[in-house]
């Protein structure tokens, strides 16, 4: 019986993080357009304006959740397994009571702030009307989070990729197109953000009501858990606000200290940096909720054989994007962004040692807050944001764009590995097996011979080589991974999994790995 709920168990998260994963994609991407075509058609101090109003809006939201959402997505899950409907339905209403009016609060008190927040902290009115325009879109990402938190519960992300990843994405890119074809300027690409929320929050609210569990329309009598909910959640607001402070106390300092060009370009890496947790923060988005639901049904054997499988793959679909952007920041940098913008090459390479660590330590944090133990995630984030704040002090007067990409690479570094310890305390589990070094052994021998040959025939690197390079990566990382018998029986049921559910071709692949298991 263990081993069928670790078959499914496994095969939820390969399936929900597979789903996951290609709308995470389409988001990025249309992400990416949108920063791609802002940065090219603003100047850096107006890309640099912009990018500190969507600071602020991001503190503010996360301000306003108090932690409330992951709250809903924990018990959510935990009162499915136990088929309890009316603490279901009173988890989610408890939630929206709290976040809807406390965004709208929010949403006008920083808007009447906006000339103080642009005088006093960035020096520069010119970004008051930035953020007064930005900030009415926090009810209705409130909205969206809230909505996303129930649909990942009831593991229905279909509906999250509809509204959150593609819909948001092409009403993003096709407004901003719009408005550069009519010359666009700062607001702008500010309305093209804030409409695109707007949209997105509305509709997947939607999917909620009408598709998965009717909150307005159920004659269900909830049962409120205020004081649960708040008890789990507050450690968790606690970590958001020191965690905002340890994501962008890099960006105010640079504001602060340097100019707004100097933001601009320090941002245009952190775009680039960040796309290293792609495939990590699909995981994390199904691992959660399954992981919860395991915990509530007391199957620990199982959440430690998720745990690890899910750890292994996060771990080596990293490893190539991870290189890439070591060897070769420059280029990426110069593709993406244009030549003005190829000072972010040195920034990028730091910064992707800071993140590539949340591959090395699987999803600790996660597995912390699924036991219910938010506090040391908490002690955690806030240690991290101390650090931050104390190196981008010393650092970025000195070292600008670079010193602050130490600061957080270092603090990014720490936070995963104070997290993974923190696990293994409180659940002697920890996500390695042993096939991780085969992983690194892969790695080393494609990235080795890739780098030696471009570099043999090439002095200096062309953008065009960049795609092939990192296809040929990945082939022989595969294929020496796959010779080296890296793929365990954990690995089958994922790839078995996936198979099924997109049509993926992998048989081929599980016999190479079942011929090695009979060696």
Request: with cysteine; glycine share 6%.
């Amino acid at each position: 019986m263990a081993k069928g709920i670790k078959e499914r168990a496994i095969k939820d998260v390969a399936k929900g993080a597979g789903i996951l994963f290609i709308g995470v994609v389409f988001s990025k991407v249309f992400t990416l357009i949108y920063r791609i075509v802002s940065a090219r058609l603003l100047l850096p101090e107006s890309y640099g304006m912009l990018s500190l109003a969507i600071a602020v809006y991001e503190i503010c939201v996360i301000l306003v959740h108090i932690g409330i959402p992951a709250g809903v997505n924990r018990y959510v899950s935990m009162y499915r397994g136990r088929g309890d409907e009316r603490r279901i339905k009173g988890t989610i209403t408890s939630a929206l009571k709290i976040t809807i009016p406390l965004s709208i609060f929010t949403a006008t008190v920083v808007f009447f702030l906006s000339d103080f927040i642009a005088s006093v902290f960035f020096h520069n009115p010119a970004v008051s009307p930035v953020i007064k325009l930005i900030v009415v879109a926090i009810p209705f990402q409130t909205l969206l989070i809230n909505s996303r938190s129930i649909i990942m519960a009831f593991k229905e992300i279909k509906y999250r990729v509809y509204s959150e990843n593609i819909l948001q994405g092409i009403i993003k890119v096709a407004l901003i197109i719009l408005l550069a074809l009519i010359g666009i300027d700062v607001l702008g690409a500010t309305l093209a953000f804030v409409l695109s929320i707007m949209v997105s929050g509305i509709i997947c609210f939607y999917f909620v009501e009408f598709k998965i569990f009717p909150i307005i329309r159920s004659n269900i009598k909830p049962i409120h858990n205020y004081s649960e909910l708040f008890r789990y959640s507050w450690p968790l607001a606690m970590s958001g606000v020191v965690g905002l402070i340890a994501r962008y106390v890099d960006t105010f300092m640079l504001g602060y200290f340097m100019a707004e060009s100097e933001v601009g370009i320090y941002n245009a890496a952190m775009i680039i940096a960040t796309s290293l947790v792609l495939f990590i923060n699909s995981l994390g988005g199904i691992l959660f909720p399954v992981l919860s639901e395991l915990y509530g049904r007391g199957e620990k054997d199982v959440m430690v054989d998720t745990y690890k499988a899910s750890a292994k793959w996060g771990f080596s679909a990293t490893l190539p994007m991870f290189m890439l952007m070591v060897l070769f920041p420059t280029p990426i940098v110069r593709l993406i962004y244009g030549s003005s913008y190829t000072t972010a090459a040195t920034p990028l390479s730091i910064l992707a040692f800071g993140f590539f660590s949340s591959a090395l330590v699987g999803g600790s944090t996660l597995l912390l807050q699924s036991i219910g133990k938010t506090k040391p995630v908490f002690g955690i984030l806030a240690f991290a944001a101390v650090s931050n704040v104390i190196l981008n002090y010393i650092l970025i007067p000195k070292y600008g764009v670079v010193g602050a990409a130490i600061a957080t690479c270092t603090t990014l570094t720490a936070k995963s590995f104070m997290s993974l310890i923190s696990a293994y305390h409180y659940t002697k589990m920890h996500p390695y097996k042993r096939s991780y070094y085969k992983s690194i052994l892969a790695s080393l021998f494609s990235v080795g011979t890739v780098y030696v040959v471009i570099k043999y025939i090439f002095a200096t690197v062309p953008l065009w080589v960049l795609l092939p390079a990192f296809l040929a990566f990945v082939a022989l990382y595969g294929v020496s991974f796959i010779l080296l018998k890296g793929i365990d029986e954990d690995d089958i049921i994922i790839l078995r999994a996936l198979d099924k559910k997109f049509g993926i071709k992998t048989k081929w692949i599980r016999n190479l790995a079942k011929m090695s298991f009979s060696k």
